[in-house]
């Protein structure tokens, strides 16, 4: 049971990080439309595998962290000052937006497979981002460092991404359509996101 939970809720916690319209999701739809559906499909593999490798690391991060308490307790200091200041830039990088339709844009084609994987690892927030997801999986109980526990997260993240990428390839006309407020918003979203869990250091910082 325990293996599970493990596995729906990151594949869930994959699954929502990687819906909001960004760097990754778009390109998947951008190749799907020059080069074919097949080559979006492969570009969203090489997103998916990158994330894992990524996933990895934070496992192993979360991991030694988790046996010294000290350098927790600074990071969630620091922590403080980079949600604040993303919870800032997402608001005012929304107000910039305004109500500008999502768009695709030319772009030069590559391998899609290894353009995937790039766009992925310049991505900086999938780390930190997994890496905390594991340390509150394993308050929970339910992650334990394991090597089947460790496996099955990082699968999970990985599928959950794909999913994401697959269904931009294959529905991206119809999902703008029909989503095309959510992403006007979708920063709007990141800024209350980062803002609440940024109350949520401060009161762990000062409970602590």
């Known amino acids: 049971m325990q293996p599970l939970i493990l596995f729906f809720a990151t594949f869930s916690a994959a699954f929502i990080a990687s819906v909001p319209p960004g760097l990754l999701n ?6 799907s439309v020059e080069k074919g559906k097949s080559n979006g499909v492969i570009f969203g593999l090489g997103v998916a595998v990158m994330v894992m490798l990524q996933t990895y690391l934070s496992v ?3 991991k030694y962290l988790s046996r010294n308490p000290d350098i927790v307790e600074m ?15 997402f608001f005012f990088k ?6 500008k339709p999502l768009k695709l844009k030319e772009g030069k084609k590559r391998n899609s497979f290894s353009k995937g994987m790039f766009l992925a ?12 997801l594991n340390s509150l999986f394993h308050g929970q109980g339910f992650m334990n460092y394991k090597v089947i526990d460790e496996v099955i997260f990082i699968l999970a993240a990985g599928l959950g991404t794909f999913l994401v990428m697959y269904l ?15 992403s006007k918003n979708s920063n709007y979203i990141l800024s209350g996101l980062m803002l609440v869990l940024l109350i949520i250091t401060l009161i762990r910082v000062f409970y602590h």
């Open 26 to 31: 778009v390109n998947a739809a951008k190749t």
């Open 60 to 62: 192993r991060i979360a």
């Open 75 to 89: 990071l969630m200091q620091l922590a403080i000052v980079v949600f604040a200041v993303l919870a800032i830039f």
């Open 94 to 99: 929304a107000r910039k937006d305004g109500v």
């Open 121 to 132: 690892a310049i991505n900086l927030l999938t780390v930190p981002y997994y890496s905390g």
């Open 168 to 182: 931009y390839v294959f529905y991206f006309n119809k999902m703008e359509r029909k989503t095309n407020k959510f």
